[in-house]
């Protein structure tokens, strides 16, 4: 009996120490994915921006700050829970330039060349039907907006560059930049001028 404890113990330890490790992982990601999203979008002052999946507004309130009150960002999410959190903090932060929206991209709810950049953070594996979701995004881009996508390999629904690439040249963007490697990369894809 001591024998078959002690081993559960051990089970459980190592188990608390694997999630432990786990879960510092994915802060470190996480920390290291901002940064370089950050630097990829090149917000300025006056740029309209879409966030997509943007949960409780962890980008689109800083993004908001950036492109500062004469730009405008919209945080849209398919989850009701995390629009009405994002609201909150954007309220609480007392940013008047960013609103949210409970919807999800491919839906058609995106207006027509309305965006200069739009941002899908650790998103792109969750959409159900990626073709047509990158489709609306493409064109709710102006021409020669940007879709900045960054992916990390402990996500559970992580794309990985090939896939990002295969999926955005179907919807028409031309790959202008990619930052990072195959554990963390934020890829910039432009919408051409002309098609």
């Known amino acids: 009996m001591r024998r078959l404890l002690t081993i559960v113990v051990f089970v459980v330890l190592v188990f608390i120490v694997a999630l432990t490790g786990y879960s510092i992982a994915w802060l470190l990601l996480i920390k290291a994915g901002n940064r370089l999203t950050r630097r990829q979008l090149a917000l300025r002052p006056g740029m309209s921006v879409v966030d997509v999946g943007c949960g409780s507004g962890r980008f689109t309130i800083p993004m908001a700050q950036q492109v500062s009150s004469t730009g405008e960002v919209l945080g849209i999410?398919?989850?009701?829970?995390?629009?009405?959190?994002?609201?909150?903090?954007?309220?609480?932060?007392?940013?008047?330039?960013?609103?949210?929206?409970?919807?999800?991209?491919?839906?058609?709810?995106?207006?027509?060349?309305?965006?200069?950049?739009a941002l899908l953070y650790a998103v792109l594996g969750e959409?159900?039907?990626?073709?047509?979701?990158?489709?609306?995004?493409?064109?709710?881009?102006?021409?020669?907006?940007?879709?900045?996508?960054?992916?990390?390999?402990?996500?559970?629904?992580?794309?990985?560059?090939?896939?990002?690439?295969?999926?955005?040249?179907?919807?028409?963007?031309?790959?202008?930049?990619?930052?990072?490697?195959?554990?963390?990369?934020?890829?910039?894809?432009?919408k051409p001028l002309t098609r």
């Open 77 to 117: 999410d398919i989850q009701a829970g995390k629009v009405q959190r994002a609201k909150q903090r954007a309220q609480e932060a007392s940013i008047k330039n960013a609103r949210f929206e409970r919807a999800g991209a491919g839906e058609g709810r995106l207006d027509e060349e309305r965006f200069d950049r």
């Open 127 to 190: 959409m159900t039907d990626r073709q047509v979701a990158l489709a609306e995004i493409f064109q709710a881009l102006k021409p020669g907006g940007i879709l900045t996508v960054t992916e990390g390999f402990i996500d559970p629904h992580y794309q990985n560059c090939e896939r990002v690439r295969q999926l955005a040249h179907a919807a028409g963007f031309v790959e202008e930049s990619c930052r990072g490697n195959r554990l963390l990369f934020t890829m910039n894809l432009l």
